[in-house]
C-alpha cells in the first residue's frame, strides 16, 4: 500500500495519458538518476526535473522504502539494489521479444541471428535465431565474449566516447582470439571510426577462424542493443554483405520501434 503521507494531487490520474502522476513522477526521477551516473542529490532531481523539493523528497522517501533507492552518508540518493533484479528480467525478456525480428533476418538473410547487450564491459548473447543450414559457432545465448573481438561489441560501443573506450580495453585487456583479432586500442578506436562511417560493425574472422558477423545497434533501445547475422565467410563475402546490411538496419529499426511502443500494439 501506498504511504498514508502520498498527497493526493500526486496521486490523481495525470491527464490524458490516464496514468497515475505520482508513477509517472517516480519513474521519471528514476531515469534522471540513471542518467546522472546513478547517484544525486534532491536540489539535482528538482533542477532537471522541474519538481519542487518537497514533491521529491516524499517520492524518494517512498522509493527509499520500498528498496528502489538507497540514501547515502552523504545524504545523496542512490538506486538501489531491488532494481537489479527488474533489470535482469527485462534483458532476459528482451531477447524473447527479439526473437520474431530474428526469425526475419534468418528468412530473409539465411544466417544465423544474434542479440546482443553489453553487460558491464562484457558482450553477452542474450536471443539467437539458428540458420538451417548453421555450424557450431562461439555466438550462443548465454556467451560471454569481449567487445574488441566482435562485431556487436564494435556496433555498441561504435557512439561510446574515445577515453570511455580507453578505459574500457584498459580493463578487460585485447587478447587475440585469432590472428585476426584486433589487439591495440588505436586499432579498435580505428575500426569505430569505421562504423560509424559505414552504419554497420563486422567481425571478419576476428572472433573465430572461418566466421564472419555483420551487426548493427538497436536505435532508441532502453538497453545497449545489437543485432547481428553470423556465418561462414565464404557465404558472408562482400557481395552478401550489401545485400544484408540493409536489411539488418530495417530490422534494428522495426525493433526499436516495437520496444518503444510500450506494449500497446499487437504484432
Known amino acids: 500500500?501506498?504511504?498514508?503521507?502520498?498527497?493526493?494531487?500526486?496521486?490523481?490520474?495525470?491527464?490524458?495519458?490516464?496514468?497515475?502522476?505520482?508513477?509517472e513522477r517516480a519513474f521519471d526521477l528514476l531515469e534522471?538518476?540513471?542518467?546522472?551516473?546513478?547517484?544525486?542529490?534532491?536540489?539535482e532531481l528538482s533542477a532537471s526535473s522541474g519538481l519542487p523539493l518537497p514533491t521529491i523528497h516524499r517520492l524518494m522517501r517512498t522509493l527509499v522504502g520500498c528498496g528502489y533507492v538507497r540514501q547515502q552518508p552523504n545524504r545523496r540518493y542512490a538506486l538501489g539494489p531491488r532494481?537489479?533484479?527488474?533489470?535482469?528480467?527485462?534483458?532476459?525478456?528482451?531477447?524473447t521479444w527479439a526473437r520474431p525480428y530474428l526469425s526475419r533476418l534468418v528468412e530473409e538473410t539465411g544466417e544465423t541471428a544474434n542479440m546482443a547487450l553489453l553487460d558491464g564491459d562484457e558482450i553477452v548473447y542474450v536471443a539467437q535465431v539458428p540458420s538451417k543450414h548453421s555450424m557450431r559457432m562461439f555466438t550462443e545465448v548465454g556467451r560471454r565474449v569481449l567487445p574488441h573481438s566482435t562485431g556487436v561489441g564494435k556496433a555498441?560501443?561504435?557512439?561510446?566516447?574515445?577515453?570511455?573506450?580507453?578505459a574500457l580495453l584498459a580493463r578487460t585487456g585485447m587478447p587475440a582470439a585469432t590472428e585476426k583479432t584486433i589487439t591495440t586500442p588505436e586499432g579498435f578506436l580505428d575500426a569505430l571510426?569505421?562504423?560509424?562511417r559505414a552504419g554497420?560493425?563486422?567481425?571478419?574472422?576476428?572472433?573465430?577462424?572461418?566466421?564472419?558477423?555483420?551487426a548493427v545497434s538497436v536505435p532508441n533501445s532502453p538497453t545497449?542493443?545489437?543485432?547481428?547475422?553470423?556465418g561462414p565467410a565464404g557465404r558472408v563475402t562482400e557481395a552478401a554483405t550489401e545485400r544484408i546490411v540493409p536489411i539488418l538496419q530495417q530490422v534494428a529499426g522495426e525493433l526499436s520501434d516495437a520496444l518503444a511502443s510500450n506494449g500497446t500494439t499487437s504484432g
Open 1 to 23: 500500500m501506498p504511504p498514508s503521507h502520498a498527497s493526493t494531487a500526486d496521486s490523481k490520474p495525470s491527464g490524458s495519458s490516464g496514468g497515475v502522476q505520482s508513477l
Open 32 to 43: 534522471r538518476m540513471a542518467d546522472a551516473g546513478g547517484e544525486v542529490g534532491l536540489s
Open 83 to 95: 532494481l537489479i533484479r527488474l533489470g535482469e528480467s527485462a534483458s532476459r525478456l528482451l531477447g
Open 156 to 166: 555498441l560501443l561504435a557512439h561510446t566516447p574515445a577515453d570511455e573506450v580507453r
Open 193 to 196: 571510426e569505421t562504423v560509424r
Open 200 to 214: 554497420y560493425a563486422v567481425d571478419d574472422n576476428e572472433q573465430e577462424i572461418g566466421v564472419r558477423c555483420l
Open 224 to 230: 545497449s542493443a545489437a543485432i547481428s547475422i553470423s
